[in-house]
């Protein structure tokens, strides 16, 4: 690409600031009076808003943009819109209306911003909503992503700390394309595991959302740039403990190799820092505990499902063509957050 000098500065969900810098700055802001209608707001790190306007009718609010993590815009389009319009499907919701949000130099080739804007466009239009408009602004560097609007019932909604002793865990998508992205830039990453990748986070979550919708799912999250165990220690919430099955989360298989070689995120690192002191780790590979820091681009749902329905769940899942797993579950609170076997 002629204009490739604006794509791949360290982009997608590893551009995000860390979970802890947040966390500090979110907690000095101000609080108006408490709004009962506001049901999900950003108190619990959830994915979206949530607010109700009638007894069975609530609106879903999430936006999200970011730098390319690939070379190709259209691909790039196409993962921006879908990890957008994650965290409606993370709540339970629908998908209903989605605006564009971008960011492109003047000087740049525009036929680069219409093929991203029109695998935005492709993604929006495949989740069943509507594109209304969107705003721009000259910048030096690309961003793109989408603000979304969704619709669930107000008691049918997902939060991402609800979860129960016992709820078992069940992710949707491999893990490990912060690294292969990682290794992609440096032309270490093969041609099979990068498409691999691609293809993961061009994955709309809408078809993992709809299957869950039938079972009894106590807490949901996506995962994206705080890494698996960062969003688990979200969903745990201060009340719960979790035992992760290392053995059975979905990897690309690649990221093993590039973990192995030091070809990590500081996104990554910044995950470490803010959760690693609490989670017992019980003698994993490195590369293992990386890919479970590692920061996902429009990654998968981890879904807390009621004991008794996750293996059906998984199998319906795993019918669908996703690379679904039952990977742990929740428990009683413990001296350790996480425990990982």
């Not at 108006?32 to 109700?52: I, K």
């Not at 201060?238 to 979905?250: E, H, N, Q, T």
């Not at 890919?291 to 669908?320: C, M, N, Y």
Request: proline share 4%; hydrophobic share 45%.
């Amino acid at each position: 690409m002629s204009e490739k000098i604006v794509f791949c500065k360290g982009g997608g969900c590893t551009a995000k600031l860390g979970a802890g810098v947040l966390e500090r700055v979110l907690s000095m802001l101000p609080k108006g009076e408490a709004d009962p209608a506001l049901l999900v707001g950003f108190d619990s790190s959830d994915d979206a808003a949530v607010y109700q306007v009638s007894d069975d009718l609530a609106i879903v609010q999430t936006l999200d943009f970011f730098p390319p993590m690939v070379d190709d815009p259209y691909i790039f389009g196409k993962i921006a819109a879908a990890n957008a319009l994650s965290d409606v499907y993370a709540m339970g919701g629908t998908v209903k209306t989605a605006l564009n949000i971008v960011c492109f130099p003047e000087s740049a080739d525009l036929n680069i911003l219409g093929a991203i804007l029109q695998g935005g466009a492709e993604k929006v239009h495949e989740a069943g909503g509507n594109l209304v408009g969107g705003h721009s602004i000259a910048d030096s560097d690309v961003k793109y992503g989408l603000s979304v609007t969704g619709f669930v019932h107000p008691k049918k909604f997902y939060k991402n700390n609800g979860g129960n002793p016992g709820d078992k865990l069940i992710l949707t998508k491999k893990l490990g394309v912060g690294i292969i992205c990682t290794a992609a830039r440096v032309g270490a990453a093969s041609e099979a595991a990068l498409l691999e990748a691609e293809e993961s986070m061009m994955t709309l979550n809408k078809y993992a959302s709809e299957i869950l919708r039938s079972y009894e799912v106590h807490a949901c999250t996506d995962v994206t740039g705080f890494g698996l165990l960062v969003h688990l220690h979200e969903m745990l919430g201060g009340k719960l403990s979790a035992r992760i099955f290392s053995s059975r989360v979905p990897v690309i298989t690649e990221a093993f190799i590039h973990a192995d070689e030091f070809l990590l995120t500081a996104a990554g690192q910044r995950n470490r820092n803010h959760v690693g002191a609490q989670v017992d780790f019980g003698g994993i590979p490195f590369a293992m505990e990386e890919v479970l820091f590692d920061p996902q681009t429009s990654g998968g749902l981890l879904a807390a499902v009621r004991p008794d329905q996750a293996e059906e769940a998984v199998k319906r899942l795993q019918g669908a063509g996703l690379p679904a797993a039952m990977i742990g579950e929740l428990c009683e609170k413990d001296t350790a957050e996480i425990h990982v076997e």
